[in-house]
């Protein structure tokens, strides 16, 4: 085995950390050193639409620079340094063909399997003579694997690396592994898959990136609930009626009905991309802002999470779902999910956070949704109307917007449902909002783990979804037919209504543009 074992200062060489917070005290943004980042799978679809394009931009606003770093693919398939960069070279947007030609020349390209040693033989010789050249007296080697691959050959790949890539002893810096997911399918495959990686890398070397805690208006979740003196009193089972995080997709499978239907919609997104939200939504105020103050309340909130209960639960599957031939005819697995998690703690108890993600709906949006309760003693006759809710637009038309009764313009004294709105494409003209990939392999990059989930997190996590996930799959929850382009099977709405959601008719929020002024 080469390499070294671990994390380390640039200003102590060897030093080793118990935690992520000593990490972040040393600002180890201001690293400097030879820095080779490995994007394994790097000819699939993810390195291409995401992984390159991620470390394109960074290269573009100069966070990796030309001097230090080195990227490296790797993959089955029997091409050239070339080869690999004109496959990349169109999904590169926003720049000079000059810029993107020069961040490709930093792409080399080695090819071998992902379960013997030879190939990554060659990935280490290749990494090794990139740094002896870039390095002229010893200094700090870093060394990044994204796993841009399916999770079925993460142990095999991970061994590979320890066994043959690991940052040289005699160098300072460190090795870090990004892993995608799904992390497992059910609780067991998880602790089975967590703890093969964790025979192989301690937990500040793993970065399991879940992508939706990049996004702009997830990171801002910690900032408005705990930099705002508005939320701070209201943010509780007092004042809030429910909650909804909410996921829709306009479109099916489109091809991926096979992959799709191993794991359905559950596992492809409310157990993680939802679930993440939530627990920024839900969990209190940490310490500090260190990444395991946050990781810590978010793992407590998971953990005061009651078992969910079947009659909260309305699954659908849409028409001609089950056409692709790669989907079983006989297929129970859902597209489209409702369900209600309640937390067990002071703060939220008997407050419904109503988890909703679908394909192939009538719209496509992401977004989190507080609805207050009654305002008490309606003395204007309008609790017809509507309720006040804070809604955050996750994506498209990244934005902000309070509903609230107002008066309407006029000599009578009639209300009306309006917003005060915070589009961010409206109020942040000139700023370009990061894409999520971007902002999580700088993270990995500065030691950062925030923003990534931790192995008792993980844990959590499939505890509350694993008994409901073997029962869909045993067939005692059925999935309800639905029609595409609809909300689902009208029986969500119905679930809805019976937490105490109250919708607002007749109301719809349309995003502010500058063709308005």
């Keep these: 085995m080469s390499g070294g074992s671990g994390d380390s200062s640039p200003a102590s060489g060897r030093a080793s950390f118990s935690s992520l917070s000593d990490l972040k005290d040393l600002e180890l943004s201001s690293e400097s050193g030879c820095l080779s980042i490995v994007v394994l799978g790097a000819s699939g679809d993810l ?35 070339d080869g690999l960069r004109e496959r990349i070279r169109g ?12 961040f490709l020349q930093l792409i080399k390209y080695v090819s071998g399997s992902y379960n013997s040693g030879e ?9 090794s003579e990139n740094e002896t050249s870039k390095n002229n007296k010893p200094g700090s080697s870093r060394r990044l694997f994204y ?10 790949v991970c061994k590979m690396i320890r066994s043959y890539c690991m940052n040289p002893s005699s160098h300072s810096g460190w090795t870090r592994v990004i892993v995608e997911k799904p992390f497992g399918k059910d609780l067991e495959s998880a602790e089975e898959l967590s703890a093969q990686l964790g025979e192989l890398f301690n937990e500040q070397q793993l970065y399991r990136i879940d992508h939706y805690l990049g996004k702009e208006l997830v990171q801002n979740l910690l900032v408005l609930r705990f930099a705002n003196r508005l939320f701070l009193p ?15 997709e306009d479109f099916g499978t489109e091809g991926r ?15 993680n991309h939802l679930l993440q939200v939530f627990c920024l939504v839900a969990m209190e105020k940490p310490v500090s802002l260190k990444p395991e103050h946050i990781r810590d309340e978010k793992v407590k909130v998971l953990q005061s999470v009651t078992p969910i209960k079947h009659d909260e639960v309305v699954l659908g599957q849409y028409d001609g779902y089950k056409d692709d031939s790669t989907v079983p005819d006989d297929s ?23 988890l909703k993600a679908g394909k192939a709906l009538n719209n496509r949006k992401a977004e989190i949704r507080v609805q207050f309760k009654d305002a008490p003693g309606d003395i204007f006759k309008c609790k017809k109307q509507g309720r006040n809710e804070f809604v955050i637009r996750l994506q498209p038309s990244e934005a902000m917007y309070m509903k609230l009764t107002v008066k309407k313009p006029g000599l009578e004294m009639a209300t009306e449902q309006s917003e005060l709105d915070l589009s961010y494409g409206l109020r942040y003209q000139d700023v370009k909002i990061p894409e999520a990939y971007e902002r999580l392999i700088l993270d990995t990059i500065r030691g950062d783990q925030q923003h990534f989930v931790r192995r008792d997190e993980l844990k959590a996590a499939w505890e509350i979804f694993t008994p409901l996930l073997h029962d869909i799959d045993d067939g005692k929850v059925k999935a309800l037919p639905y029609k595409p382009g609809t909300r689902g099977p009208p029986e969500a709405d119905e679930l809805s209504k019976r937490m105490g959601y109250v919708q607002t008719h007749g109301y719809v929020w349309i995003p502010p543009t500058l063709s308005k002024f």
């Design 47 to 81: 390195a291409k639409k995401k992984t390159f394009p991620a470390l394109f931009h960074l290269f573009q606003q100069g966070f990796l620079l030309s001097g230090e770093v080195h990227i490296f693919g790797y993959a089955r398939s029997n091409i050239s340094d």
């Design 257 to 271: 009905g096979g992959y799709f239907d191993q794991y359905g919609i559950i596992r492809d997104i409310i157990q």
């Design 332 to 354: 129970n697995t859902p597209t489209f999910a409702s369900l209600v998690l309640r937390v067990n703690n002071e703060r939220w108890e008997g407050v419904p956070f109503i």
């Design 234 to 248: 209201l943010w509780n089972r007092d004042n809030i009626a429910n909650v909804q995080i909410v996921f829709r």
């Design 91 to 102: 999904y590169l947007k926003g720049a000079s063909d000059e810029h993107i030609s020069q």
């Design 147 to 156: 796993l841009a691959l399916p999770p079925s050959v993460y142990p095999s």
């Design 119 to 127: 190939g990554f033989e060659s990935l280490n010789n290749a990494i």
